[in-house]
């Protein structure tokens, strides 16, 4: 789980910023490159896979954002979240305004930006991942429960790095299905 912050200039404004899902990986790391030179700040934090499962996927989520938020090196005045909850903030961010906002990585410039930021390194991290953990097509389908990753999950078994709360992995591990059979869709 991949998160990031961002703060961005008024002054140093980038065009283009829109959910990184809408984008092309080729924009995406264009604007990326854009957004660490003109941001005020940003960071990006992590959850590991080990922490989903101990937490869950929203809870990691937002420790991810609020790790992202604890890095900045400027502090925000104001928070937005793209989503419906917010995480808990440190008593150094509890002062700040923070709202959610639903699809805000395709309506708040800054969240955009954020969406962007987290989206590459993701990507990037996977490739890495692929090396080490060969067969799964993780620089192709960067671990998204794709038909080609299930089916090398059927054939190769979970990888270190596969969370035990993804189905189907949950369901080989507590028996509700045998190992390399898939859950019906």
Same mark, same amino acid.
């Given at each position: 789980?991949?998160?990031?912050?961002v703060?961005?200039?008024?002054?140093?404004?980038?065009?283009?910023?829109?959910?990184s899902?809408?984008?092309?990986?080729?924009?995406?790391?264009?604007?990326?490159?854009r957004?660490?030179?003109?941001a005020?700040?940003w960071?990006?934090?992590?959850?590991?896979h080990?922490e989903?499962? *101990?937490?869950?996927i929203?809870?990691?989520?937002l420790l $991810?954002?609020?790790r /992202?938020l604890?890095r !900045?090196?400027?502090p925000? =005045?104001?928070i937005?979240?793209?989503?419906?909850?917010?995480?808990?903030?440190?008593?150094?961010?509890?002062?700040?305004?923070?709202?959610?906002?639903i699809?805000g990585d395709?309506?708040?410039?800054?969240?955009?930006?954020?969406?962007?930021?987290?989206?590459?390194?993701?990507?990037?991290?996977?490739v890495?991942?692929?090396?080490?953990?060969?067969?799964?097509? *993780?620089?192709?389908h960067?671990?998204?429960?794709?038909r $080609?990753?299930l089916? /090398?999950l059927?054939? !190769?078994?979970p990888?270190? =790095?596969?969370?035990?709360?993804?189905?189907?992995?949950?369901?080989?591990?507590?028996?509700?299905?045998?190992?390399?059979?898939?859950p019906?869709?």
């Amino acid at each position: 789980m991949v998160a990031a912050a961002v703060i961005l200039d008024k002054s140093r404004p980038i065009r283009g910023l829109k959910d990184s899902k809408k984008l092309t990986p080729e924009r995406r790391e264009v604007l990326a490159v854009r957004i660490r030179e003109r941001a005020v700040a940003w960071a990006i934090a992590e959850a590991s896979h080990e922490e989903i499962d *101990l937490l869950n996927i929203l809870q990691a989520s937002l420790l $991810a954002m609020r790790r /992202a938020l604890e890095r !900045l090196a400027t502090p925000p =005045i104001r928070i937005i979240i793209d989503g419906n909850c917010v995480p808990q903030l440190p008593d150094c961010l509890g002062g700040c305004e923070i709202r959610a906002v639903i699809g805000g990585d395709d309506l708040v410039s800054c969240v955009s930006a954020a969406s962007i930021l987290a989206k590459t390194h993701r990507d990037a991290l996977m490739v890495c991942e692929d090396e080490r953990f060969p067969g799964y097509g *993780l620089k192709t389908h960067f671990g998204y429960g794709t038909r $080609a990753h299930l089916k /090398a999950l059927v054939q !190769l078994g979970p990888s270190a =790095i596969h969370r035990r709360s993804f189905n189907p992995v949950r369901s080989w591990l507590s028996g509700e299905l045998p190992m390399g059979i898939l859950p019906v869709e």
